[in-house]
Every structure is written in C-alpha cells, then in structure tokens.
C-alpha cells in the first residue's frame, strides 16, 4: 500500500473541487434570498463552474504535458485558493465572476491529478483510480452537510473560507508529491511551437478514444438523473423528507464504495467489460425507476448508484492506458470536459423530456441511451481485451 500514498493525496486534491463546487451549489437558495435574485440566475451561478471546467481542462491537460504537471496542478489550486478566498473583501453580486474563476483553477487541479495518478501507477491503474475517486467523491457526500451547517451558524461568505483551507491543505500535501517519472527523464521543453493548437486538437483525432467519451457523457446523464431527478420522482411518490434522505444517501454511498472494489475488478478481467457491466446495470435501473416504488426503488437506485461508481472509475483507467505517449495529461483533461459537458447537457435534456412528456418519459429515454452506448462500444478492441 505504500506506493498509493501520492494516490491518496491526489484523491484529497481532487476533493478540493468537489467539495468546493457542491459546499456553494447547495446553498445558492440562501445567497439569492440575501442579494434577491431568481432561480434563473441561480441555475447561471451552477453553470458557470462547469461552463469554466469545460472549457479550460483540455488547455490545463495540455500544458502540464508540456510544462510540468506538479507545477500545473499546484498553480490550479493557488487560483482556487485565491478566488475563493477574493468573495470574503468583494461585493456579492461578484459571485459569477467568483465561480468561473473557481472552475478554471478546478480545472487545472482536477484534470491533472486524474491524470498524474497514471504517471504514479501504471500496472494497477484501475485500484489506482478507484481509490481517487472514492477520496474525491467524498467531497458530493459531506460538503451539503458541511456547508449547511456552516450558513446556519454563520453566515454565507464562510462556506468559501471553508473551501479555500480545504485548498490551502491541498496545496501542502501536494507539495509531497514526487516529480513523476517520465517527466524527470524528458528535458524541459522549449518556448516555441511546443503548445500549439495542432498538439490540442490532437487529443481529439484519436478514433479509439471517442467511443469512451460518449459513454463518459451518458454516464453524466444517469449522474444527473440519480442526483437531480431522483428526488423529483421520490417528491411525486409523495414520500417524507427522512425515506428521501435516506435513500439519495444511500445512492451516495453505493456510488463511492462501489468504485475501488470496480477498479480492482477492472485489473483483473480488463475495464472495457466492467464498463459494459456497469452501464448495462444503471441503464436497466434507469428504465425500471418510475414503475417501482418502496423498497423496490431503493434497491433500484442503489443498483444504479453501483453502475454508474463503475463506469465513473473504470473508464478514467481504460482512457488512460489509451492516452498517447506525452498526452496523457491533454487526454485526461479532455475526458474531464466531455465529463463537464455531460454534467450540464444531461439534467437540461432529462429536465425538457421530462417536461414535455413526463417524469416517466424522461427516465426511459436516458436508461435507453445508456443502453445504446453499450451497443456502440460493444464491438471495440482495447489494450486490455
């Protein structure tokens, strides 16, 4: 277990940018009744975050490739740091300004220390990113409590004094982390031509990576259904708020413990087909969700929870072992933005399906996705297979 350690740490940093985006997002209700604004400028305070991750991480993959990872990640947490830390002395209608600079420093930190764990561990890759994603979801679990509890002793401004100390220890830890290897032995590269635009769009010409970020995007929509739509569907059940809490938590915890028992199994009998298995698994949920109710819906999103913890982890390992020789950090940090763009095109679709056909509708229509994207990536080779 000793070689995990920097595992570990980078699992901590990418808590930073869960923690941080989730300690506001729940809160946001609290913010616009105090500067008095509407639901519609709070879903622009949500995008904004993602919107800046979205755009920037394939930028922050490819610099690191370029000019250094630990450098690049510890300079997204600084920038984190900074703007988070800038809301306490600003006026609060700032607050978009504060959330896009947010999300470009998470996506430095976040893209590179996905993609630093490949450089740390390269034969057990997929225990590797399991163990980082279970450390980095954390930040989805107790940041909603956290920061409740902080806004009702406190006031709103404290929930980024929160966030920056997270980044602040981050930042420490970080300082730990030895240089990757293959960056020690390659020399520093020259100011020219070396990041181009021809090096980034690279990334994106690699045939074989493409069938694992649509499934990475559909992936996205069921995180959305479960976290988003779940509680739509459990309000028009007309259940109380204890069977919801219990059961989101539920979800919630399926979703993180599932994920280093699938990165082992992934080493084991190769990621390609755990990610069948896992979208198989929370595409058939997916479907059954509005016909069950009771201890039938529980067991469903659990199931669900646990495909789609599979999918989220296994895929980080089986794009990384695909990622080009010296793109490892350009390819993780595109992975990460079709992430991003699955996180805020999914709801919206699921939120205008469902508004025009039904709740009903819009849960069958995303399970029938997730099982297309099986049937897409059905016949592909991988390096493991």
């Known amino acids: 277990m000793k070689k995990f350690w920097p595992i570990y740490v980078l699992g901590f940093v990418g808590f930073v940018t869960s923690f941080g985006a989730h300690i506001v997002v729940v809160n946001l209700p609290v913010y616009a009744q105090q500067v008095g604004i509407g639901v519609a400028m ?13 755009v920037a991480k394939p930028l922050f993959g490819t610099l690191a490739d370029r000019r250094g990872m630990k450098q690049t990640m510890l300079a997204g947490i600084g920038l984190f740091i900074l703007a988070s830390l800038a809301y306490l002395w600003g006026d609060p209608r700032f607050l978009l300004l504060i959330r896009f600079l947010q999300g ?10 996905v993609a630093m764990v490949g450089t740390y561990i390269t034969k057990e890759r997929g225990k590797a990113y399991g163990i980082y994603n279970a450390i980095k979801g954390a930040g989805y679990v107790i940041s909603p409590i956290i920061g409740g509890a902080i806004v009702l002793r406190s006031h709103f401004s404290t929930i980024f004094l929160a966030a920056a100390v997270v980044g602040i220890i981050a930042f420490g830890l970080s300082l730990l982390l030895p240089k990757p290897e293959f960056e020690a032995k390659k020399p520093l590269a020259d100011d020219g031509d070396d990041f181009s635009l021809r090096g980034f769009f690279a990334v994106f010409r690699q045939p074989r990576l493409w069938p694992w970020y649509v499934v990475t995007v559909v992936n996205m929509f069921f995180v959305g259904i479960l976290f988003g739509f779940l509680p739509v569907r459990i309000h028009a059940l007309g259940y109380n708020p204890l069977f919801s809490g219990v059961l989101l938590s539920a979800v919630a915890a399926s979703y993180l413990l599932i994920q280093p028992i699938a990165g082992i199994l992934a080493d084991r009998i190769g990621p390609a087909f755990t990610i069948r298995l896992g979208l198989l698994l929370s595409g058939v949920c997916i479907l059954l969700a509005p016909f069950v109710d009771g201890f039938f819906l529980l067991a469903v999103s659990i199931l669900a929870g646990i495909g789609v913890g599979t999918v989220w982890t296994n895929t980080d390992a089986l794009i990384s072992d695909l990622a080009q020789d010296g793109k490892l950090g350009a390819t993780m940090g595109v992975a990460g933005s079709f992430k991003e763009f699955g996180d805020m095109l999914g709801p919206l679709l699921i939120g205008l399906i469902s508004q025009a056909f039904g709740l009903t509708t819009g849960f069958v229509v995303c399970g029938i996705l997730g099982l297309l994207s099986v049937i897409i990536i059905s016949n592909r080779r991988t390096i493991r297979e």
């Open 104 to 113: 470009i420093g998470a996506a430095a930190l976040s893209s590179v220390s």
């Open 42 to 54: 709070i879903g622009l305070l949500i995008s904004a975050y993602d919107l800046a991750e979205l």
